[in-house]
């Protein structure tokens, strides 16, 4: 549904008739999730997707008074993905946008951390923390010319119960490699029209929502989450 306090993280473009483009926010609403629990909703894909061609991954995430941490997942399925998360203060704020923030993400530190992680974790998540840039994490096998499964969600990292929205816009794969080598069927994921394929679910249950309604023209589809 649309809401009238909803603003863009950017100025919307026109196309070429002088009409305003489509442009929308996923809104999702939270109530009294408690300390430690998150919320998040996934998206499952039969044609995989290859991010390998791009060097960074971008998002602009929309704040509330709970300042809530949050992540982004991507891989084949939930027992094989990488994560990022970070405090949402702690993205680029966006010039003239009141509490927008902008998050980059470099690709090239999940291979890294694939990599460099000790044996003994690789049946459990493991994650490095790199401070400004952020917590980037995984678990199993996942491979970035095989993303199948993408999420992203909040975390409650206060001590108390929390209820707010969090709204997210234009997940974007950015800055395209040069160099040879590299997968040749990059396509862009995490298109937020496609949201209406979208499930839910709330605090690493078993559980999951549907969404009743697509994203519209210059609106926020939203969620809301009692737990």
Known sequence: KSDPNYQPPFEPKRDYTGQIEIEASLKLGYEMIKPGHL???????YDREDYRDYKTLKIYVHNDLNDPEFFLKIGSDTLNYYEYRMRISQGRPLPGRSNWFEFEILIDTFPALKHNRPSEARSRYFYSDKGLLGRFGILGNPNLAEIRYQAMGIVNNSSGTISGAIWFNDVRLH????????G????IGLNLSDFSTFSFGFNSSSSILGLPTAV???SCSSITFLI
């Open 216 to 218: 519209t023209n210059s």
């Open 39 to 45: 919320v998040n909703f996934e998206k499952y894909s």
């Open 175 to 182: 800055n395209p490699r040069k160099e040879t080598g590299y």
């Open 184 to 187: 040749v069927q990059s396509r």
